[in-house]
């Protein structure tokens, strides 16, 4: 070994150099950002091509659909991935927030059915369907 060589003794008491991390996953790369609040979409995972309100708006809006095991799911989509038909809708009464539903659920609500799991769905986000549907802001 060189033990007269200084840069080498100098280097045992260095503290170890950080291990590099790994690379970030692709996914985290956005091929054009818009500007620094826009999220990409929850579902399709793409960048808005709307402007970023607007993007903000749509991927806020709740779409509800029963799962497999008869759940509520709530889920997101952007402008470009949300769905286009079977759709059916509920609202406030008051302020008109609604909600999308899609599937199954829609089909039970454009019936005028109101499944029982939706129902324990809207009173935990504390929607109220009596006397009218209202929102959890409007709900008494
Ligand atoms: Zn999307
Ligand atoms: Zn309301």
Redo the contacts with the bound molecule.
């Keep these: 070994m060189n033990e007269d060589d200084p840069a080498t003794q100098l280097s045992l008491f260095d503290p170890a150099p950080p291990e590099p991390r790994a690379a970030e996953p692709e996914q985290q790369r956005i091929p054009e950002q818009r500007a620094p609040q826009a999220r990409p979409c929850p579902s399709c995972h793409r960048a808005p091509d709307s402007a970023p309100e607007q993007h903000a708006r749509d991927i806020a809006q709740q779409w509800l659909e029963i799962t497999a095991t008869g759940q509520i799911a709530v889920r997101h989509f952007c402008a470009a991935c949300q769905p286009h038909y079977g759709l059916a809708f509920l609202a406030?009464e008051?302020?008109?927030?609604d909600l999308f539903l899609i599937g199954e659920l829609a089909h039970e609500v454009a019936e005028d059915r109101l499944p029982t799991v939706l129902l324990t769905w809207l009173a935990a986000e504390g929607w109220s369907p009596h006397p009218v549907l209202?929102?959890p802001?409007?709900a008494r």
Excluded: K, M, P, V
């Design positions: 406030c008051l302020c008109g927030l209202t929102c802001s409007h």
